[in-house]
């Protein structure tokens, strides 16, 4: 069960920022620790140097510079200071003008807001707005964050009567990514069919000079939000990604960045560090190799999309086939998750009695929001009972000898929130260094790009000869159209293809 000398070894509190850290259930010895020594320097010497602006996305020769947008006075020249300052006021006052109505669709206060984005430009959002709902927001959100016309249809269903008060921002940072591009155009088909005017009611959020950018401009556009190539789409939560969006929804921004700058803060020290021992805890659970998946439960329904939030930031920044000294890896954290406590009705059977394939980090909140305390028994809380299922379920799976964490916040707040994006971004980076890879590049994703454009040529090829030889999808041949189009290496995706068209012609 473990003593409470061995409790207190493993946890980390930081009363004024109502945070804490508890490893006692990871095997944390002295000796294990010693061994992290060396690699321990270096990833902080390593995250450094990301700070002071060195290259770190080799892939694409970029900066790294997420950690520079809650706090400028990092950023390694002045022009990007004043980038992000401005940034932040031009969010500021547009969310506020919106709010006032001195922004309207035709004379009318918007109501509505629609955001449309793909991997980090739509999880990030998603993740404040669950967690940190206002009781009365000034607008209603909905998100776009996938190709899928049944989605789309849905998505517009609900829009129908709040059209002419409903905004609509469009990330991209290279303006050319195919899913964000055709969730904006059907969105502006749907109000073309409607007869409202889409740039009156459309904002986009892209880097300088990107065809959004330059499409944005040309049909004028409401706004145009910066995004920067030195800030990746799983790290851009803190730039205008994540806080436009926030601001208009009437979360406060401002205690969400200093949140975010103190735990940058607290992770820069080499002593007492969370990020740091998360990322050893995670060495020693998954043997520096991945062979344990990271399982996130949140015990409170604002961290439901929590584990899918983390699930990007960790796996994209840690699944790689080489290290940085081009050997073969294969390295990652799968990362998967629910919240408690309907994790007791789900997984937890198998944590328990189940393959030892796994560590838990469970993620504690104490405090409850004063007007939501509801008595469910003549003794107990709700929240009584959340937290005794949170407490049962760690020792349940200490017991046969699980591993876990508990990260503990006193509230669930703006500041906290902050506070826990950077922790788990610079932990990601610690682990990184600690495991010799790079954690800001993403081939992999860059590849699979590639191969979706490859099979959108291959369609086209076989539609082309349908069309010239009047043959019907229902009667072509795979074999022979292959062969007809010199893909002969090619005859399964000749078939799922036909099989697409012949559902959908």
């Given amino acids: 069960m473990g003593s409470l000398a061995d409790f207190f070894t493993g946890y980390i509190k930081f009363d004024a920022l109502g945070f ?27 995250m450094e140097r990301l700070e002071n602006g060195a290259i770190a996305n080799a892939t694409e020769g970029r900066q790294v510079g997420h950690y520079w947008l809650r706090a400028p ?21 547009f969310a506020r003008d919106v709010h006032h109505g001195k922004i309207t669709a035709g004379g009318k206060k918007f109501t509505h807001l629609l955001c449309i984005g793909i991997g980090g430009s739509a999880l990030g959002p998603q993740l404040i707005a669950d967690a940190l709902m206002p009781e009365n927001p000034p607008l209603k959100i909905l998100f776009l964050d996938n190709t899928d016309p049944d989605g789309f249809a849905r998505c517009f269903k609900l829009l129908v009567p709040y059209l002419e008060t409903t905004l609509v921002t469009i990330t991209s940072k290279s303006g050319s990514t195919p899913e964000p591009n055709n969730a904006l155009n059907a969105t502006a088909e749907f109000f073309f069919r409607s007869k409202i005017h889409f740039p009156s009611h459309a904002i986009a959020i892209t880097c300088d000079e990107s065809k959004l ?161 509801q008595n469910v028994t003549n003794a107990s809380e709700a929240a009584d009972y959340l937290e005794g299922f949170l407490l049962g379920t760690r020792e349940a799976l200490n017991e046969c ?27 990601v980076g610690f682990y990184a260094e600690l495991i010799d890879v790079n954690a800001y590049d993403q081939p992999g994703v860059e590849s699979g790009k590639k191969a979706a454009a490859e ?33 002969e290496g090619r005859i399964e995706l000749v078939f799922k293809l036909l099989e697409f068209l012949r559902a959908n012609s």
């Fill in 213 to 373: 950018c330059q499409r944005a401009r040309a049909e004028k556009w409401l706004a145009v939000f910066p995004m920067w190539d030195w800030v990746g789409g799983r790290t851009s939560i803190t730039s205008a990604v994540g806080l436009l969006p926030a601001a208009l929804y009437g979360i406060d921004i401002e205690s969400f960045l200093n949140g975010a700058a103190m735990m940058d803060k607290l992770t820069r020290t080499r002593e007492k560090n969370p990020a740091m021992r998360l990322a050893q805890c995670w060495h020693v659970a998954t043997e520096g190799k991945g062979t344990k998946d990271m399982v996130i439960i949140p015990y409170r329904d604002g961290l439901g999309l929590l584990a899918k939030y983390l699930q990007q930031l960790i796996m994209e920044s840690l699944g790689k086939r080489l290290d940085r000294r081009g050997n073969v890896v294969h390295q990652g954290i799968t990362v998967y998750g629910n919240k408690g406590s309907t994790d007791q009705h789900a997984y937890v059977q198998q944590l328990r009695d189940g393959r030892d394939n796994f560590f838990v980090t469970f993620i504690e909140i104490l405090r409850n929001q004063r007007a939501n305390k």
């Fill in 20 to 46: 804490s850290l508890d490893s006692s259930k990871i095997s944390m010895l002295e000796n294990v620790l010693r061994e992290f020594a060396r690699p321990t320097a270096e990833a902080f010497e390593a």
């Fill in 455 to 487: 099979i959108l040529a291959l369609k086209k090829e076989i539609c082309d000869y349908l069309s010239q030889n009047s043959i019907s999808p229902e009667h072509a041949d795979a074999e022979v159209i292959a062969e007809a189009i010199h893909r």
């Fill in 73 to 93: 006075e990092f950023a390694p020249n002045e022009a990007i200071a004043d980038a992000i300052k401005s940034t932040l006021r031009q969010i500021t006052a």
């Fill in 401 to 427: 000898g699980r591993k876990s964490i508990t990260i503990t916040i006193r509230e669930l707040t703006p500041f906290s929130m902050g506070m826990l994006i950077a922790l788990y971004e610079r932990a």
